[in-house]
């Protein structure tokens, strides 16, 4: 194990995948419920269920194009529970606030929370706030919790049920939040409309839901990106899977982005984009009913699980060759998210 804590145990990539697994599941050992998914199920003496997800937003910058840490706090937890097929029910929140920190941009943040708020329908039920000497703190860190409540019976999603035999889609275009955040953060004037993802995605997922079709398996492609998603379902289900890079949808602006900077634009973070694992036979149907949302406009079938490759991601690429997409490794771009 590591010695100290970098800045890529962050990263959403192999190295934080060996902190959960190699410092935090052994001594929580008999402790832990959850299965490693975006949001855990727990269950009341009467018998219902419920999906639970706790997260903290630290991004630099607090505003950038398409939101800001208000926005994305709210969008962030309401969408990993969605992940597990629940509705945003209700929020509680914690803001920490260093001292000196401009009130006006207290209120402005607080705003976009609100209305981000009521836009989910869920409820604020408990909230806090602290305020912490200056230089103890970055300005302002927002945590918020999440419960969500099953709707749909029929659902049963989990990245460690993916067959050998099924589509990979994902609802919009890949790697937006974490180009729009880079940009930003080191000032590089992008002559075009890009803006963040962050939204929330219920509203997306609900009608898919409600149509009988029943994913496989769901996750919002935030820290690492697909790339980390991907090898996470891989090695959770035993499965290979195999990418188009060519299906992958990329705006050229992010894609600008990553060949000045040496990325890759699977490896960059999303806030309003989820990946899916769905039957073959319902692929075509679970697209139009994700297009008919705003937030599912860009959904494109992106590859296929297969038993070839069993635990690896496989990149097709444009000329035909394939290599292995694997998990990103090192800190690409701290404080996203």
């Known amino acids: 194990m590591d010695k100290i804590i970098t800045l890529s145990h962050g990263s959403g990539g192999i190295e934080s995948q060996k902190l959960i697994s190699e410092l935090f599941y052994p001594l929580l050992e008999g402790c832990v419920m959850g299965s490693g998914e975006d949001a855990g199920i727990g269950k009341i003496d009467s018998g219902g269920q419920f999906a639970i997800s706790t997260d903290g937003y630290t991004i630099s910058p ?21 992940m597990m097929g629940a509705k945003p029910k209700y929020l509680s929140v914690s803001f920490m606030i260093e001292e000196g920190f401009l009130m006006s941009d207290l209120k ?11 836009e989910s329908g869920a409820k604020l ?10 230089g103890t703190l970055d300005k302002i860190f927002i945590t918020t919790t999440a419960l969500g409540e099953f709707c749909y019976p029929h659902l049963q999603i989990s990245a460690f049920n993916i067959p050998q035999d099924c589509c990979i889609l994902v609802s919009g275009e890949i790697g937006n939040h974490g180009a729009v955040v880079y940009s930003k953060r080191e000032e590089i004037a992008l002559q075009s409309d890009l803006e963040s993802d962050c939204g929330l995605l219920y509203p997306a997922l609900e009608g898919l ?17 697909i790339a980390s998603v991907l090898n996470e379902w891989a090695n959770a289900s035993n ?4 990418i188009e890079e060519e299906a992958l949808p990329i705006r050229n602006e992010v894609q600008g982005i990553c060949e000045l900077l040496g990325f890759e634009a699977w490896n960059l973070a999303n806030e309003g984009m989820c990946v899916l694992a769905v039957a073959r036979e319902d692929s075509k149907r679970a697209l139009e009913i994700l297009r008919q949302n705003k937030m599912g406009q860009n959904a494109t079938i992106i590859g296929y699980t297969s038993s070839e490759n069993l635990k690896k991601v496989v990149l097709k690429t444009a000329y035909g060759a394939k290599r292995f997409l694997d998990y990103p490794s090192g800190e690409l771009l701290p404080r996203i998210c």
């Open 62 to 82: 607090l505003f950038f194009p398409g939101g800001d840490i208000g926005k994305l706090s709210v969008c962030g937890s309401c969408n990993d529970v969605a």
């Open 108 to 118: 402005r943040i607080a705003n976009s929370f609100s209305k981000t708020l009521k």
């Open 125 to 134: 039920l408990s909230g806090d706030t602290k305020v912490l000497p200056k």
């Open 209 to 225: 839901f409600s149509s009988g079709i029943s994913p496989y398996a769901l996750r919002d492609a935030t820290r690492g990106g």
């Open 239 to 242: 499965i290979g899977i195999e």
